[in-house]
């Protein structure tokens, strides 16, 4: 195993790079283009995933007609997370436990019953 800890690494091109067998805890990912990017067999456990989406007005890269492609969860353990402050318009969830799950502090469950 070869150990690098505390690399540091910019403005450089990993297209279509496939990285297998890997620690990388703690790592810290600023201003990237991941679209299509996969994770598999990950352990995420403290992950802090924020400011995703298009670059907002003011950002360089902003384009104002540009629109994010969807994301796709599939198989994960959620459990206990929180999502803020987060667009989930049109969010389409199937097949899960929603067991405890609450929106805005009222669980889905009650507005389930309520249908």
């Known amino acids: 195993m070869v150990k690098s800890d505390d690399s540091k690494f910019k403005e450089f091109c990993m297209n279509n790079a496939s990285i297998e067998d890997v620690s990388a805890t ?9 679209s299509d990017l996969e994770i598999e067999g990950a352990q995420l ?38 999502i803020i402050n987060c667009d989930l318009s049109n969010v389409n969830i199937t097949e899960c436990n929603l067991t405890g799950m609450k929106i805005n502090g ?10």
């Open 26 to 34: 703690g790592v810290k990912i600023m201003d990237a283009n991941l």
């Open 45 to 82: 456990g403290g992950a802090y995933i924020h400011n995703i989406g298009m670059p907002p007005e003011g950002h360089p890269a902003y384009d104002p007609a540009a629109k994010q492609r969807p994301l796709k969860f599939e198989n994960c353990d959620l459990n206990g997370s929180n």
């Open 106 to 115: 009222i669980l889905v469950e009650d507005l389930l019953k309520k249908i």
